[in-house]
T-cell receptor, first 118, second 111 residues
């Protein structure tokens, strides 16, 4: 089955700084997404990472705060910019594609990046 | 936009009993409904899914039912075991292959 990895797995950052999270898949996928999961909460979609073009952001999320890149079909980055303690969350990438025996719309998650902002 | 409501928020069952988690959705165009299990500190794992052309799907001790008319779907776990303890999320598929998640159910299986 396909492997989805994220780096870093966790980080502790100072307010006002930025952190870039990487998501790598070992096979080509049609779609990649970025989610935020605040402590004890559900998953909230931040944006769709579009290959070779600007990401599509959900309501409440903006490019200046969460710039996203997707240079190819197996890799994406999410940057959390000008961080504040409210950004402390788990950030997860997910991929859609016919990997791991699933359907064309089956979504699989990376292991997540646990971010703490002091 | 799509709204997914999930109940109950917590569920405690005795080992060997059944557990049922229910979700409702608002967008009648949704046609794919996955369920994820998330253990503490781990990623959400897909455990079962159902598409709108079927009313029920089973995989060993897990089953999902879908009522498109009423816009609700449910997860059924039979013969629960301590390792079933986790947070369970339902989701509904919307345009652009996106998922809208329910708030989650904390399932505790007591041995």
């Amino acid at each position: 089955s396909a492997v989805i990895s994220q780096k870093p797995s966790r980080d502790i950052c100072q307010r006002g700084t930025s952190l870039t999270i990487q998501c790598q898949v070992d096979s080509q996928v049609t779609m990649m997404f970025w989610y935020r999961q605040q402590p004890g909460q559900s998953l909230t979609l931040i944006a769709t990472a579009n290959q070779g073009s600007e990401a599509t952001y959900e309501s409440g999320f903006v490019i200046d705060k969460f710039p996203i890149s997707r240079p190819n079909l197996t890799f994406s980055t999410l940057t959390v910019s000008n961080m504040s303690p409210e950004d402390s969350s788990i950030y997860l990438c997910s991929v859609v594609g016919q990997i791991a025996g699933g359907g064309a719309d089956t979504q699989y998650f990376g292991p997540g990046t646990r971010l703490t902002v002091l | 936009g799509e709204n997914v409501e999930q109940h109950p928020s917590t569920l405690s069952v005795q080992e060997g009993d059944s557990a049922v988690i229910k979700c409702t959705y608002s967008d009648s165009a949704s046609n794919y409904f996955p369920w994820y299990k998330q253990e503490l500190g781990k990623r959400p794992q897909l455990i079962i899914d159902i598409r709108s052309n079927v009313g029920e799907k089973k995989d060993q001790r897990i089953a999902v039912t879908l009522n498109k008319t009423a816009k609700h779907f449910s997860l059924h776990i039979t013969e629960t075991q301590p390792e079933d303890s986790a947070v369970y999320f339902c989701a509904a598929h919307i345009y652009g292959n996106k998922l809208v998640f329910g708030a989650g159910t904390i399932l505790r299986v007591k041995s």
